[in-house]
Nanobody, 114 residues
Framework: QVLLAESGGGLVQAGGSLRLSCTAS????????MGWYRQAPGKQRELVAQ???????KYADSVKGRFTISRDNAKNTVYLQMNSLKPEDTSVYYC????????WGQGTQVTVSS
């Protein structure tokens, strides 16, 4: 059983946009706060955005105003709309509950070229 499945990454030029999707198992999604995390090579994984089951959101300062997190509770899916992408956004992006579980999916690679 796949518990977390991220998709939507790719290669984009600086200033471009991408929309990431993540489908989670009910045991992880449920009524929990869901988050998007990212990990760049040689760096620790960081939380970039989170959304409650009611739709309230929080963002890391580095992405505030550029990224938008949302969720579809009927589909157990969380999204991350990323606009005005910068080279420093290059990372593997993961979704998980917040606080995270010990299980992580494969993530989706986002590469932003300058």
């Amino acid at each position: 059983q796949v518990l977390l499945a991220e998709s939507g990454g790719g290669l984009v030029q600086a200033g471009g946009s991408l929309r990431l999707s993540c489908t989670a198992s009910g045991s992880i999604f449920s009524d929990n706060v869901m988050g998007w995390y990212r990990q760049a090579p040689g760096k620790q994984r960081e939380l970039v955005a989170q959304v409650t089951s009611g739709g309230s959101t929080k963002y890391a300062d580095s992405v505030k105003g550029r990224f938008t997190i949302s969720r579809d509770n009927a589909k157990n899916t969380v999204y991350l709309q990323m606009n005005s992408l910068k080279p420093e956004d290059t990372s593997v992006y993961y979704c998980n509950r917040y606080p995270s579980t010990n299980y992580w999916g494969q993530g989706t690679q986002v590469t932003v070229s300058s």
